[in-house]
């Protein structure tokens, strides 16, 4: 699905991402690492909001490199940003069908989509016609991933989903997003790791710029350096 291949990336003369490589096929990929270590800017460039001065990426047997963002998008790639960037002052359904307005092949599914949606998060159905913006906290991240689904992803990449949250919705929100790989691939970058593993299948470790460490879930959840450095023990 996504191979990221060797790729450097610097910020003038500041090299930020080192020879990095990673995959996803058609599951749930953790991406585990402190802040700074180069998460939100592998993200961008999946994206193509960051170009990258070497390596490639290539996405459903395709390269990215060469096409603009609203293309990868297009070819199902959505992101949910760590910001959410709601339209505070629309309402839940117009949120919610705003994901699916300017994707081609989403138009014709709004209301499969939306079913599917409102399936992984029912608290959304009873504020359909509320402001996005009055939503809490919780309830606007739901919104965000739900939007995001709306485009009908092959697969869904979520910066930071916990952030923000207080700790009884963290669980339930990684929850949730167990059920949405039945439909879409995940690539979630999180600090949460206690939480995220139990929505994954495998995660990689990213440390200054550089992938450390690559596992499945169980492998993570008992290796020392994850049990020191992420989970506290």
């Not at 991406?31 to 999946?46: D, H, M, R, V, Y």
């Not at 697969?155 to 167990?178: A, K, N, Y």
């Not at 550089?210 to 008992?222: F, H, P, S, T, Y």
């Amino acid at each position: 699905m996504l191979t990221v291949s060797n790729i450097n990336i610097f910020y003038g003369k500041l090299h930020i991402l080192w020879d990095l490589s990673l995959s996803v096929g058609k599951e749930s990929v953790g991406l585990f690492g402190p802040n700074g270590a180069g998460k939100t800017t592998l993200i961008n460039a999946i994206l193509g909001l960051v170009r990258p001065a070497s390596g490639e990426i290539q996405f459903d047997g395709g390269p990215l490199l060469s096409t603009e963002t609203y293309q990868r998008i297009r070819r199902g790639i959505s992101v949910v940003p760590q910001e959410r960037e709601l339209f505070p002052e629309m309402t839940v359904m117009e949120n919610l069908r705003s994901g699916a307005a300017y994707i081609p092949k989403a138009k014709g599914r709004v209301q499969e989509s939306l079913d599917f949606v409102l399936g992984i998060f029912p608290p959304l159905r009873d504020r359909l016609k509320q402001q996005a913006g009055t939503l809490s906290g919780g309830g606007q991240r739901m919104l965000a991933i739900g939007r995001a689904l709306m485009a009908d992803p092959k697969m869904l990449i979520l910066d930071e989903p916990s952030c923000g949250l207080q700790p009884s919705l963290v669980s339930d929100l990684f929850h949730r997003l167990r059920e949405i790989t039945e439909k879409v691939s995940l690539l979630i970058a999180e600090q949460n790791v206690r939480q995220c593993l139990k929505a994954i299948d495998r995660g990689y470790v990213i440390e200054n710029g550089k992938i450390v460490m690559e596992q499945n879930a169980r492998d993570l959840a008992g290796n020392d350096h994850i049990r020191r450095s992420y989970l506290g023990l």
